[in-house]
């Protein structure tokens, strides 16, 4: 599942791409002159990079499928535990 970053100029919205989002990372990360805040973020790159983050297609399929039903009926609610398939 892809994440998008917006960067707003006046009225427009436009959409930062993960490149120019790593661009504009490293040069504030190049600045950095505290060794604690380096360290914060060694470890917190750590963990994601270590984490396995992943949706299943299973979960994405039943997730698309509780959004459409909530959408077509937001006064009816449906409980995470039951069944979709009604």
């Not at 060794?35 to 992943?54: P, Y």
Request: with cysteine.
């Amino acid at each position: 599942m892809e994440s998008k970053t917006y960067l707003y100029s006046g009225q427009r919205k436009l959409p930062m791409d993960i490149n120019l989002r790593k661009y504009n990372f490293i040069q504030k990360l190049i600045t950095i002159k505290n060794e604690k805040a380096m360290d914060i973020l060694e470890q917190t790159l750590d963990k994601v990079m270590e984490s396995d983050c992943q949706i299943s297609e299973e979960d994405i399929h039943l997730l698309n499928e509780r959004l459409e039903i909530y959408i077509n009926n937001p006064n009816d609610p449906l409980d995470w535990d039951a069944s979709s398939q009604s």
